[in-house]
């Protein structure tokens, strides 16, 4: 029953997006040229630090740091995700139109709430507080 309304939502929020049929050229062009530079790091078992990764140079990183990353630049949200086959979370960027951007993907593609486990959209106070701890302790050493 909880999965038939969890899948109600995501459609009705699929459907509340105002979607273009094709990905903005922005957020092609700012794809490619993240994955031109962005090398996938994952984090050691336990840790899960999140960055904004520089703007230039060969970058490292895992799947917060690309949807961090990518926001910075044009905006959208950010959803925690989980797709079966993976079983472990999962970060994705949406833009307001439909459009969304991830490690497992070259290109922008558009979001299908049912191709996941669940999809949590993060409230940007949360991000914002998520990266100052990061940086808090980072400034330590």
């Not at 038939?4 to 049929?21: G, P, Q, T, V």
């Not at 486990?117 to 998520?130: E, G, T």
Request: overall charge negative.
């Amino acid at each position: 029953m909880l999965r038939i309304i969890f899948i109600a939502y995501c459609l009705l929020l699929s459907i509340s997006i105002n979607a273009a049929d094709s990905a903005p050229s922005s957020l092609h062009q700012t794809v490619y040229q993240l994955n031109e530079r962005f090398i996938y790091t994952p984090e050691a078992k336990g840790e899960d630090n999140w960055q904004v990764l520089s703007e230039d140079g060969i970058v490292h990183g895992d799947c917060e740091d690309f949807a961090l990353t990518i926001q910075k630049q044009l905006g959208g949200s950010i959803f925690q995700t989980r797709i079966s086959e993976m079983k472990e979370n999962h970060a994705i960027v949406c833009l307001g139109n439909g459009w969304c951007a991830d490690t497992l993907h070259n290109s922008p593609f558009r979001l299908v709430p049912t191709d996941y486990d669940f999809l949590i959209k993060l409230n940007p106070s949360y991000v914002r507080s998520r990266l100052q701890e990061i940086a808090e302790v980072s400034s330590y050493y």
